[in-house]
């Protein structure tokens, strides 16, 4: 199992940027994909993206791409989520997420340990 604890959220305007990062501990960070959902008040969490246990492949949910961008510095333990061009839409209370997989998953069900959870409020 990993440990993983988000951060990075705040409020911010449409248009604006922010970067998420998560920061693992407890086990072998460079044997995780690492996954980023999203939940909004009253739906069900969503795929966002997720980056590969090299990080030479990512895969975004269509609603994040050319807009968000996940990298990860597996000597700092961290994954990042770039996001760009904000909107109201990507409010929620952002997850990274941890799987035992050689590839990208997307499916909630594939990854075995969460974060906490940091809150994205993107609003005028």
């Known amino acids: 199992q990993v440990h993983l604890v988000e951060s990075g959220g705040g409020l911010v305007q449409p248009g604006a940027s922010l970067r998420l990062s998560c920061a693992a501990s407890?086990?072998?960070?460079?044997?995780?994909?690492l996954g980023w959902f999203r939940q909004a008040p009253g739906k069900a969490r969503e795929f966002v993206g997720t980056?590969?246990?090299?990080?030479?492949?990512?895969s975004y949910a269509r609603s994040a791409q050319g807009r968000f961008d996940i990298s990860r510095d597996n000597a700092k333990n961290t994954v990042y989520l770039q996001m760009d061009n904000l909107k109201s839409e990507d409010t929620g209370v952002y997850y990274c997420?941890?799987?035992?997989?050689?590839?990208?998953?997307?499916?909630?069900?594939?990854?075995?340990?969460w974060g906490q959870g940091t809150q994205v409020t993107v609003s005028s």
């Open positions: 407890g086990s072998t960070f460079s044997t995780y994909a």
């Open positions: 980056i590969s246990r090299s990080g030479f492949t990512t």
């Open positions: 997420a941890a799987a035992n997989s050689s590839g990208t998953p997307i499916d909630v069900v594939e990854f075995s340990s």
